[in-house]
């Protein structure tokens, strides 16, 4: 080993600069979009077709076609100056002049242009898979970490392949014959040190990873293309005596390849869609598309057909400091990588991930997720990721056309977090996740043929969303809610930042995209008080009050709650027992943040609470000067402004404030908005009110009650006022638990969309098939269109009161859009 560390250190300290510059010189010179995951199981009856196109979109759209993009998912053989890359022997892929022994490669994207080639995958010798890939092998297991990440050392990487290297470099690198005499020179007994192999080589390597990724780059005026390796630089190319690394200052028609369209490749592995688009015109966009909305008065030609989730967390993988939530909704290596093994996050059996032993309360679990998903995900196992792309596109084909992503973080909990890899700083934790949201949607581009061809697209303003949606996507709205919003906290009354702080951060997040924000979120910040004051749960108030103490080193201060903000007879807040202890209240109780003196029990806690035989008391604190400033700038920058978490007294201040200004703000999930008539104040206005997505007469009763609040005149789509629901999936709340029996899942499977255009058979995700009635009741997002089908079919409710609710549901992407649109057009 000590020979080794010299060689290294030699190679090193003579190539550092010459390989750097090899790696510039490999770069695409094209877009920087980032990497992750796709592909499918098929629906029965759909044999080794392509994955159905997106609604009103094509696989692998052409707009790209003849360009580095449009090879995504698709079978092709490759050669250059006569020599096709042939299957693998021995573990070595070869060459071949005939044309019917050329090895056939499943082009999977990782990222924009760049593609893991596959020719084989299968599932007989291992639990996971074992890969067939094009790429550099890592035999002793010195470059690559064991997520498939390259950690090595370039230097002596590429040193390291010796003869595959053909590096006769130009007069400014004459160092070609130098690497190869140090290349062969780590021959160390034939190559091995001890019994391990430590030269790589080309190869067929056996799982996805870094040295097996190339960037395809065009050669201008022809249909001939360079591959790249993305570790090394060096390019792909071929000889007499098999395939060879060159550097990319030597381009010629050894290296340059032609790519044909093959037959019978394996298909990458993939959450299934399994779903049929039964008709040729594709899912419906349009209200008047749809036969249960023709002939109603007053529906247009471009009212939207379909409904919004106003609150969802699909970047929460990365909050708190990251590695709480395991999982990802994507992956540039795949399914296989996303949603793999939580043992990483959660130790053996689940043991030490404490956050889902608390918050699930089911004791430790299985951390196998592909391809078993033993135990995981269930409606209730509320640390594992459950918006895996391909679940939120089933969703979308069941008519979701526009998601709210809700970037999300807490400060406190970030910094208390044993396992965290991200900074706690408040806006760097919400830019990192921005960079994720644009990097899932590049990788859903690269997935169907290229920049922005993808069904998932982040849109700024009304008029973008409903482009987006008349092309068959999604629109995704993304929005903020954190305890201390642009790192405005404040400490015993003192603010954390001043008014040029807001303007300058929130200049930056608009220009990022962020369009929603919440003002404030569970405890007091700079801006006002926040919600502790829900009346139901065992000591929520408490636990929220205790928490404030901890980050704003002072009590929350109680008073009689202000006309017009109080309970009504024997209300109480929506969804209060099924939020009361969420992630962040759970750890109040879990993590001795002050030692003795922070009570070790709900009981404890909820003995301090001030409120005890009083009835129901409010935050004292309203809307700072600062929270004034606050609303006043989003208003000015046509932002939109989330009531919910906030005291009832800033909420009716912020009301006051939009009222005047024909301004309308949103309840995006349910009882954390206050009371009743404050959301119906909301909906006055021309504001969205929405609640959880539910069980069947609970969903029912919900949809029909925000459906129906009432509304201005010009946000009803015909006779409805549109309810959306608010999944706060990974937020992080338990999804909804359906009740049912086997007879129920014959009843419901397969079944058709409201618009009758698509049928559903039940999901599967690897080998696990996902029904609503096995437990695990909604266990990911991808079986929210079976919960408005078993809604639809199940429920108890009277059918007008159904179809009602239904049609709510159906027509809320359009209320949510008239609604921003009527932000946009208010005066300032």
């Not at 007069?171 to 014959?177: F, K, S, Y």
């Not at 080998?767 to 089908?789: K, M, N, S, T, W």
Request: aromatic content about 8%.
């Amino acid at each position: 080993m000590a020979n080794l560390a010299r060689r290294r250190l030699l190679v090193s300290a003579v190539f550092t600069s010459s390989l750097l510059l090899l790696s510039a010189c490999g770069g695409d010179g094209g877009d920087s979009s980032p990497a992750v995951n796709q592909n499918s199981e098929q629906p029965p009856g759909a044999g080794n077709s392509a994955p159905p196109a997106p609604p009103g979109q094509t696989t692998n759209a052409y707009a790209y076609e003849n360009t580095r993009f449009a090879f995504a998912n698709g079978c092709y053989s490759l050669q250059a100056d006569g020599l096709y890359v042939s299957e693998p022997t021995g573990g070595q892929y070869g060459v071949t002049a005939n044309a019917s022994d050329a090895a056939r490669f499943t082009m999977r994207p990782t990222e924009l242009g760049s593609y893991l080639m596959m020719s084989d995958f299968s599932r007989e010798d291992t639990q996971v898979g074992q890969f067939e890939l094009l790429g550099i092998s890592d035999p002793a297991g010195e470059f690559l970490d064991t997520g498939g990440h390259f950690i090595g050392e370039l230097s002596y990487l590429v040193s390291g392949l010796g003869d595959t290297v053909n590096l006769v470099l130009d007069p400014i690198l004459p160092l070609g014959g130098i690497l190869r005499q140090l290349g062969e020179s780590l021959d160390f007994a034939g190559g091995q040190l001890g019994n391990v192999d430590v030269l790589p080589r080309l190869a067929a390597v056996d799982r996805p990873n870094d040295l097996a990724v190339w960037k395809l780059n065009k050669h201008e005026g022809t249909d001939q293309y360079t591959m790249t390796s993305a570790v090394t630089g060096l390019l792909l190319g071929t000889s007499q005596e098999g395939l060879t690394l060159t550097s990319p200052s030597l381009r010629n028609a050894s290296n340059t390849f032609t790519f044909t369209e093959a037959e019978g490749c394996t298909e990458y592995p993939e959450a299934g869609l399994n779903l049929e688009v039964a008709d040729n015109r594709g899912p419906a966009i349009y209200l008047k598309e749809v036969d249960r909305f023709k002939g109603i008065k007053g529906i247009d030609n471009d009212d939207i057909f379909g409904y919004v989730d106003t609150h969802s967390h699909i970047s929460a993988y990365e909050f708190i400091g990251g590695r709480i939530n395991y999982g990802a909704p994507f992956h540039k290596f795949g399914v296989t990588h996303a949603l793999e093994n939580c043992e990483v996050a959660h130790g053996p059996w689940g043991t030490t991930g404490f956050l889902e032993l608390v918050t699930s309360g089911t004791g430790p679990h299985d951390t196998q997720g592909w391809p078993t998903f033993n135990d995981w995900p269930r409606y209730n196992s509320l640390q594992h990721h459950q918006s895996y792309y391909r679940w939120l596109e089933r969703a979308h084909y069941s008519g979701m056309k526009i998601l709210v992503n809700h970037l999300v973080h807490n400060e406190v909990l970030c910094g208390i977090n044993p396992q965290k890899q991200n900074d706690c700083d408040p806006m760097e934790a919400i830019l990192l996740q921005i960079q994720r949201m644009y990097e899932m949607q590049n990788y859903i581009d690269a997935q169907h043929g290229g920049p922005g061809e993808g069904w998932f697209q982040i849109v700024t303003s009304p008029a973008q969303a409903r482009e987006v949606i008349g092309e068959g996507k999604m629109a995704v709205v993304l929005g903020i809610e954190m305890s201390k919003v642009m790192r405005c906290g404040e400490f015993m009354g003192v603010p954390e930042c001043t008014a040029q702080d807001i303007v300058e951060r929130l200049d930056q997040l608009y220009q990022l995209g962020v369009r929603n924000m919440f003002p404030v979120h569970k405890f007091d910040n700079a801006f006002g008080g926040h919600l502790p004051d829900l009346s139901s749960g065992v000591g929520i108030g408490a636990v929220l009050y205790g928490g404030n103490l901890l980050e704003t080193g002072h009590l929350v201060e109680f008073e009689e709650c202000p006309e017009g903000t109080e309970y009504v007879g024997d209300e109480t807040d929506q969804n209060a027992d099924m939020q009361a202890f969420g992630i962040l209240d759970q750890l109040l109780f879990q993590i001795d943040y002050l030692g003795d003196r922070f009570p070790e029990t709900p009981e404890e806690l909820k003995a301090l609470d001030p409120r005890q035989g009083t009835g129901h008391l409010c935050n004292r604190r309203g809307l700072t000067d600062l929270g004034d400033f606050l609303i006043q700038e989003l208003v000015r920058r046509k932002m939109m402004i989330e009531t919910d978490h906030i005291s009832r007294k800033a909420a009716a201040r912020i009301l006051d404030i939009t009222e005047k200004l024909g301004y309308p703000v949103i309840n995006s999930h349910g009882g954390w908005g206050g009371t009743e008539a404050l959301r119906d104040r909301i909906a006055a206005q021309g504001g969205i009110t929405a609640s959880f997505g539910g069980v069947r007469e609970n969903w029912v009763d919900r949809l029909v009650q925000d459906g129906n609040r009432p509304r201005p005149d010009d946000q009803k789509v015909g006779p409805f006022g549109g309810a959306g629901f608010a999944s706060d999936v990974n937020g992080i709340a338990q999804l909804a638990n359906n009740p049912g029996s086997a007879e129920d899942e014959v009843r419901l499977y397969p079944f058709t969309s409201v618009d009758g255009r698509v049928i559903f058979h039940k999901q599967k995700t690897g080998d696990r098939e996902f029904g609503l009635y096995d437990g695990r009741g909604v266990a990911h997002y991808g079986l929210y269109p079976d919960q408005i089908a078993d809604m639809m079919l199940h429920s108890d409710r009277p059918k007008e009161l159904i179809d009602d609710a239904v049609n709510q549901l159906f027509t809320s992407a359009e209320a949510y859009l008239r609604m921003w649109e009527r932000i946009e057009n208010a005066p300032l």
